[in-house]
């Protein structure tokens, strides 16, 4: 199988799971669990803030801390394509009485500066009161450029907001640009961490952040049901992640220019951009339907839209890709 509809898809390999196996456990909910303290303290040394706590999902954990930074009636500023706002249900809005203040991005998925400033509102009691600023990285596979990010949270802080990265790839951003994982995360308060997509865990994200954060945001993991009893089986996975599968996203993406490059040389597609581990393209309309099912038959998995998004991971090698383009070539061949 060679599953490319997103970085989601691995399937923990035996060495992975050997390390689960083996795993010291305790109650997690009781603070016993000796390998889950032990994935928060690593991952946020990792990230170099003061400490780290463990979510079931990247969706909670961007909840916790958006409920942990702000309260009923409180406001965050967030792209109008952002994971948090636009992918996660809403459950800001539903579950943290969180107002959302969603603005338009730039072109390289920035949110501009004169937009955020223009957005916070003054202390009125007509208006929400602006708390937060939630940044993206990497944003649809684009690293987003560090000084944007340092003057997109001076300007934050500067008006008395909080900042929060949704880095569910920040280690793609990390590996991408050269960066350490703690440059990437010192511009913000807190971040959350997956290890569940091209770090290749079955579950899990981290958020990090001054402790003070992280008892708010492990009162709310606990009321929106997050709190996980032997959770030092799934932890250890992540640890594994960690040490294993980080310095190998680089591969990730070389095989996603590879398929890039491929790609564009098969008309009537069109490669419109290819960044970290996403490669995008227009499919006819026509042909999205046909060739997803050639595909499958193949055994082969794309989610072919007219806008379609295609993801490398760790259970994609180079030859996958050069198989995969082989049939995609053979498809419209087939077609012309
Ligand atoms: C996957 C993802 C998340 C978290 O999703 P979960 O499936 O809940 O772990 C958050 N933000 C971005 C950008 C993501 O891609």
């Known amino acids: 199988m060679i599953d490319l509809r997103s970085d989601t898809v691995t399937r923990p390999g035996a060495a992975m799971l050997q390390a689960m196996t083996a795993a010291e456990v305790g109650d997690d909910v009781w603070g016993d669990d000796p390998t889950v303290a032990r994935l928060q303290a690593v991952?946020?040394?990792?990230?170099?803030?003061?400490?780290g706590l463990?979510?079931?999902?990247?969706?909670?954990?961007?909840?916790?801390?958006?409920?942990?930074?702000?309260?009923?009636g409180d406001e965050y500023i967030v792209g109008q394509l952002a994971h948090t706002y636009r992918h996660e249900g809403g459950g800001a809005a539903v579950l943290g009485s969180i107002q959302?203040?969603?603005?338009?991005?730039?072109?390289?998925?920035?949110?501009?500066?004169?937009?955020i400033a223009a957005a916070i509102k003054p202390a009125?009691?007509?208006?929400?009161?602006?708390?937060?600023?939630?940044?993206?990285?990497?944003?649809?596979?684009?690293?987003?450029?560090?000084?944007?990010?340092?003057?997109?949270?001076?300007?934050?802080?500067?008006?008395?907001?909080?900042?929060?990265?949704?880095?569910?790839?920040?280690?793609?951003?990390?590996?991408?640009?050269?960066?350490?994982l703690e440059e990437i995360c010192a511009p913000f308060d807190s971040?959350?961490?997956?290890f569940s997509k091209g770090l290749g865990a079955p579950v899990g994200s981290v958020?990090?952040?001054?402790?003070?954060?992280?008892?708010?945001?492990?009162?709310?993991r606990k009321l929106l049901g997050g709190g996980m009893r032997q959770a030092g089986v799934l932890a250890a996975a992540c640890l594994y992640a960690l040490e294993h599968n980080v310095a190998r996203l680089q591969q990730d993406h070389a095989n996603a220019a590879r398929?890039?490059?491929?790609?564009?040389?098969?008309?009537?597609?069109?490669?419109?951009?290819?960044?970290t581990n996403m490669v995008f393209l227009q499919i006819p309309p026509a042909h999205c339907a046909p060739l997803e099912a050639y595909l499958?038959?193949?055994g082969m998995l794309i989610q072919a839209l007219p806008a379609a998004r295609l993801v490398t991971h760790l259970d994609v090698g180079a030859a996958d890709i050069d198989r995969f383009a082989a049939a995609v070539a053979s498809y419209f061949a087939a077609e012309s």
């Open 191 to 194: 971040v959350s961490l997956c």
């Open 124 to 180: 009125d009691a007509h208006f929400a009161r602006t708390r937060l600023l939630a940044l993206e990285n990497t944003f649809h596979g684009k690293v987003l450029p560090q000084d944007y990010v340092e003057a997109a949270t001076r300007l934050a802080r500067g008006r008395g907001l909080a900042t929060h990265l949704d880095g569910a790839r920040a280690f793609n951003a990390a590996v991408a640009s050269g960066r350490t």
């Open 54 to 72: 463990f979510f079931p999902s990247g969706t909670q954990s961007n909840l916790a801390a958006l409920m942990a930074h702000c309260e009923r």
């Open 43 to 51: 991952t946020a040394e990792r990230a170099g803030k003061q400490a």
């Open 207 to 220: 958020l990090v952040g001054d402790a003070a954060l992280l008892q708010r945001a492990h009162r709310w």
């Open 296 to 298: 499958r038959q193949r």
């Open 259 to 275: 398929l890039a490059q491929a790609l564009a040389g098969i008309a009537p597609l069109q490669v419109t951009g290819q960044a």
């Open 100 to 115: 959302p203040q969603p603005l338009e991005h730039a072109d390289d998925g920035s949110l501009p500066l004169e937009k």
